[in-house]
């Protein structure tokens, strides 16, 4: 594990807030054990193991019935651990991949049999090397056929670079922890807007409200700087927006949340039990178990 990489918490609290019954954590990941599922040679950082087995327990104490893995960086393409994560899971986990351009028919379905439902592209440049648009375009086209759906992460500073692009593309997009806006700045103001702007005319975008504790300023226990910009896409997108913790929590570097507290954070970005119950239940059901 790198040196300043910092371990997930060890005995997250236990949240005050109960989810409704049949929470999806819609944002998690696991990683390795290495010795089993080596991480990425082209890898951008080295987290420590996070296997299956302790997101399946986290799931229980925060009380999430489902969960829905996202692939990491760390991994590259490699969906090995992803897949052996949804194979134990008695379906109640779905799955994001990476895949490369010449990716073969009989792998993607394979994915699909396993659970997967979405592909991830990242445009974060200090994670990743940027694939080719074109490269991209034709891997959303061919994920399309199978129902998939695209998942964006990308920081506010980029979008608008990147703002034709994803309209371009043929699938539903679910862009992660709202596009990284800057919190610092108006939550009227222009770079945040445009995030806005892009759900607003494009109703097959959807986003994440995830991950306070990486675009906070203010810090634990409240992300109070975070709370006005995930409750304006919630109440203005309330069939559209999707939560998650993030567990194993990686690259973090500056603190490492405590996920009880994470939970705590939903009632004040989701202010009502119906608008809970979209967020947490329907929109992730819906996108995620729909077959």
């Not at 109640?92 to 379905?109: F, I, Y």
């Not at 439902?117 to 090397?129: A, I, M, Q, S, T």
């Amino acid at each position: 594990m790198d040196a300043d990489w910092l371990p997930f918490h060890p005995a997250p609290s236990k949240p005050e807030f109960v989810p409704p019954p049949g929470a999806v954590d819609a944002h998690c990941h696991v990683l390795g054990p290495g010795d089993q599922f080596p991480f990425a040679p082209e890898r951008k950082y080295t987290p420590c193991d996070a296997p299956k087995e302790k997101l399946w327990a986290l799931a229980d104490h925060l009380g999430f019935s489902r969960n829905v893995i996202v692939q990491a960086t760390c991994h590259g393409a490699d969906n090995r651990a992803l897949v052996d994560a949804l194979l134990h899971s008695s379906g109640t986990a779905r799955g994001v991949a990476t895949v490369r351009l010449g990716v073969r028919d009989s792998e993607l379905a394979e994915l699909h049999a396993a659970g997967v439902r979405g592909v991830r592209f990242n445009f974060v440049k200090r994670l990743v090397d940027a694939l080719p648009f074109n490269a991209l375009r034709e891997i959303a086209a061919r994920v399309e056929k199978l129902g998939w759906h695209v998942v964006i992460y990308f920081e506010a500073v980029d979008l608008p670079e990147l703002y034709d692009f994803f309209t371009s593309l043929p699938t539903t997009l679910v862009v992660d922890h709202m596009g990284r806006p800057d919190v610092s700045k108006p939550l009227d103001g222009p770079e945040f807007e445009l995030f806005v702007k892009l759900l607003a005319e494009n109703p097959g975008i959807w986003s994440k409200v995830s991950c306070p504790e990486r675009l906070s300023l203010s810090g634990p226990p409240g992300y109070d700087d975070v709370v006005p910009f995930a409750r304006r896409i919630v109440e203005t997108f309330p069939d559209r927006v999707l939560w998650g913790t993030d567990w194993p929590h990686p690259n973090m570097k500056s603190h490492m949340p405590d996920d009880g507290v994470l939970v705590d954070f939903i009632p004040r970005i989701a202010t009502t039990p119906e608008l809970q119950q979209k967020l947490l239940v329907d929109n992730p059901m819906r996108l995620y178990w729909s077959d």
